[in-house]
């Protein structure tokens, strides 16, 4: 009878554990990816899909030009795992467009450390026909408190030939582009070369 017994409690056992492994192999299979997401700001300011039209005009050529999002593109990039790596993939976005001549924007998460969550790096150019086809190139880091690595004004509210926009950030390298939270690029000015300002949007994100 204790025989019995023993082996009815052996039983039970290797049924527990045999449950036990396969909700482990379950909860694995099920489990979602970590993914490192660019940072929300760069997003707001940046990213929008495709078929967005924005219409500029320059007081200096007394010209007008239309800027298009022909291509949009979020990606799943992810490196071999090492120690200390905590998410499988970081979030890259690419962007392609016509503004002036023609633009090319690459946005993606710095690294995948989780202090590096909710970071950008962003690779942007245009091609500018007023001046010579030159590349007019904008690229920064941005933090995941929001800390940018180049010169940057914020106005809460800017006014804009009497239209006010809220949240402007101003990258001043030699060039200074204003950028308003979903709205996108609302001036381009170089002194003495080109002021492109924004007329008419028709924009998603």
């Not at 899909?49 to 999002?69: L, P, R």
């Not at 904008?138 to 995941?144: A, G, Y």
Request: some cysteine; proline content about 2%.
């Amino acid at each position: 009878m204790r025989y019995l017994k023993k082996r009815h409690q052996n039983r039970n056992k290797s049924v527990i554990v045999i449950v036990t492994a396969i909700i482990s192999l379950i909860g694995a299979s099920c489990s979602k990816e970590h993914i490192a997401p660019v940072n929300q700001l760069v997003k707001d300011l940046f990213c929008f899909q495709e078929g967005s039209e924005w219409t500029y005009y320059d007081s200096v050529s007394g010209t007008t030009t239309i800027m298009s999002i022909l291509e949009y593109n979020q990606i799943k990039f992810g490196y071999p795992k090492p120690y200390g790596k905590v998410h499988d993939f970081g979030e890259s976005i690419e962007i392609r467009g016509n503004f002036l001549t023609d633009f090319d924007v690459k946005i993606r998460v710095q690294g995948m450390e989780k202090e590096d969550k909710n970071t950008a790096i962003f690779g942007g150019s245009y091609v500018s026909p007023t001046s010579n086809h030159s590349s007019i190139p904008l690229n920064f880091k941005c933090d995941q408190n929001n800390n940018f690595n180049c010169s940057i004004t914020y106005f809460a509210e800017y006014d804009l030939n009497g239209i006010i926009y809220k949240n402007v950030y101003v990258f001043d390298t030699n060039i200074q582009f204003y950028v308003a939270k979903h709205v996108g690029l609302i001036r381009m000015l170089k002194t003495d070369d080109f002021d492109w300002v924004l007329i008419n949007k028709n924009v998603k994100q």
